[in-house]
């Protein structure tokens, strides 16, 4: 049987930013399903997430077991 995951539903900081990008760029790369042509950099995820309105929503899953950012 299948043991679930257990998952930390939180907002996004910028310390993210590298986590957020390995599931990110990688669907990028495939052409499909993003609206970005191209991979960002850590440092453009960064300037991203600092940018991002205070009001507006940007969350992330985590593993509670690994602290591995599974979602976003």
Known sequence: ??????L???SVTCN?????LEILNPIVETGK???L???LS???ERNFINSFPE???????E????????GI
């Open 55 to 61: 009001r507006g929503v940007f969350i992330l899953a």
């Open 8 to 10: 930390y539903i939180r």
């Open 63 to 70: 593993s509670r077991d690994t602290g591995e950012i599974v």
């Open 37 to 39: 042509a191209e991979n």
């Open 42 to 44: 850590e440092e453009e």
């Open 33 to 35: 399903y993003s609206a």
């Open 1 to 6: 049987m299948e043991e679930e995951m257990k």
């Open 16 to 20: 993210d930013a590298k986590g957020i």
